[in-house]
């Protein structure tokens, strides 16, 4: 399945809820690092941005200042295809430290810088100096996608928000819960119109290109069938509990590092709140997400891998609510800003009210 990428706001939003300090975008060339940082900071901010230019050298500029360096020379005779770019150490020295010393005096909050790489590993009073900017100030970088240990210290500390935008959310599943009977509803609700397709369509549309596991476990025979002509894997069963939905749903998506818990009749939810928990529990990964509406909990909810031998084992008449009460200081809340995005439809008249939100 192919990952969409997480727009800015998604990004912000996420790091918000996770309340980490600095903000660092990676990923492989391409892959829009440079494009977010700016949407995400458009204003022009206290730091350093720095270019290349192909076979002749890369160069880094103050920010506010405009005052421009070289700090690598192109040279062909380096070995293998790639950092062919000579280390030039005065441009550090002359420019790049004082920019940060510079800028960790500054009024601001944020400072950005783009990039860091493997040039800027190779002068440590450089490297020095980001670490002691990270202590005194906020820090939204680009850092190249490269395996050195600077690199990799900056990337993974646990004050770091990092997104990698070649996989942004991981190894995590999914699992939609369209098993209900729909009794208030007088039927099988998920096959109702909402704004002229099935209302788990809404479902589909917001977990798409999130997860790279996804199933939907129902009971309703048009159902499974809506969503295998889709192409998303589908259980279908004729169990009781809805502890049996949970225990189906993580049994078909297996191997994953968590998995998010989506009701099938939640038409307003939009696929950036679930991509922002995504992002959560990726720098997270021991906490338990859920959406929720200022201090109000909902759905969904995205659990870690350890909460799984619970959750396949969950008391009858139970769901993953269990869970999240039974482990309430393992819990972390992601807001949204419109209440009727977790309402679910159980009635008609709930159905057509959500249809005109």
Known sequence: MPVSRPTADCIWNSFRSSGKRHLILTGSRGSGKTTLLKALFPQTLPGITTWAEPQKGVWLKENLS?????????????????NKMKLCPDGFHSLGIPAILR???SGSEWITVDEIGYLETGCKEYCDAIRRLMERKRLAA???KQNTPFLREITYREDVFAVDLDAPYGVLGCVIMASGLGKRFGGNKLMADFCGEPLIC?????????????VVVTRH??????????????VLHQLPRRSDTVRLGLEAVEDVAGCLFLPGDQPLLRRETVAALALAAVNDP????????GDTPGSPVLFPRWTFPELRELPEGTGG???????????????????YELMDADSPEELALLAVR
Do not use: N
């Open 286 to 293: 021991e906490s338990i997400w859920r959406a929720a509406f």
């Open 221 to 234: 025979e048009d159902v499974a069938v809506l969503c295998r002509e889709k192409g998303i894997e589908t």
């Open 321 to 339: 609510g269990f869970l999240a009460k039974k482990y309430p200081e393992r819990v972390r809340l992601h807001p949204v800003r419109d209440p």
């Open 142 to 144: 680009v850092v190249r």
């Open 103 to 105: 800028s960790m005096d």
């Open 202 to 214: 809404r479902a589909l549309s917001a977990t798409d290109g999130v997860f790279c596991r996804r």
């Open 66 to 82: 405009g005052r421009r360096a070289r700090i690598g020379a192109f040279d062909g005779s380096l070995p293998g295809t790639e």
